[in-house]
């Protein structure tokens, strides 16, 4: 079954303790994606990566970093987390497709509570 | 950068009745409007998409329609169901450019 599948889906932790959330798909999509979803603002996108070791920010990435070593593998990692960063995580792919996008397919979400 | 609003953030329609969900962008060089479903607990998922060089899409009791001149999308949900409610985003993005998300639209369908 083709899927994006986000760990862990819950995570309670405290300031300043380094998490990371793992994000794997199995479509072989070149392109991935980590939002983050708050209530009254939708979705905003944290980094994006094109393909292998090509990642860029996107609209709110202070506080977040992220790597793309293979393909099918695309960490979110919260190196001191603060309280400002508790939010419901989506991580999504997608193929790349020059000349237009492509569809993306969200995993289910990791709801994070820093406290 | 784009830009993209939603209309409305809250939406309460009567079982059977019609549901219509607004999307304005602002970047005239965007092509691709795709619709995403949200329902509890999960991600949200791809219901329909359009392309520039179309003007309307539909898929069984889902349509979506496209104005370019005006830029903006519409979603079109006909006899809705109790299934229906969730939260409802409209993006938009031109070519290889990450999309951009509206802020969402919950619809509630009242049996």
């Known amino acids: 079954e083709a899927q994006v599948t986000q760990n862990p889906r819950y995570l309670i932790t405290v300031t300043g303790k380094k998490l990371t959330v793992t994000c794997s798909q199995n479509?072989?999509?070149?392109?991935m994606s980590w939002y983050r979803q708050d209530p009254g603002l939708g979705l905003r996108q944290i980094y994006y990566?094109?393909?292998?070791?090509?990642?860029d920010k996107g609209d709110v990435p202070e506080g977040y970093k992220v790597s793309r070593k293979e393909k099918r593998n695309f960490p979110l990692i919260l190196e001191s987390p603060s309280p400002n960063q508790t939010s419901l995580y989506f991580c999504a792919s997608s193929l790349r497709y020059r000349g237009g996008n492509q569809p993306q397919h969200f995993g289910d979400g990791t709801r994070l509570s820093i406290l | 950068g784009e830009n993209v609003e939603q209309h409305p953030s809250t939406l309460s329609v009567q079982e059977g009745d019609s549901a219509v969900i607004k999307c304005t962008y602002s970047?005239?060089?965007?092509?691709?409007f795709p619709w995403y479903k949200q329902e509890l607990g999960k991600g949200p998922q791809l219901i329909i998409d359009i392309r520039s060089n179309v003007g309307e899409k539909k898929d069984q009791r889902i349509a979506v329609t496209l104005n370019k001149t005006a830029k903006h999308f519409s979603l079109h949900i006909t006899e809705t169901q109790p299934e229906d409610s969730a939260v409802y985003f409209c993006?938009?993005?031109?070519?290889?450019?990450?999309?951009?998300f509206g802020k969402g639209t919950r619809l509630s369908v009242i049996a």
């Open positions: 970047d005239s060089a965007s092509n691709y």
């Open positions: 479509m072989n999509h070149e392109y």
């Open positions: 990566s094109m393909n292998v070791e090509v990642t």
């Open positions: 993006a938009a993005s031109q070519g290889n450019t990450p999309l951009v």
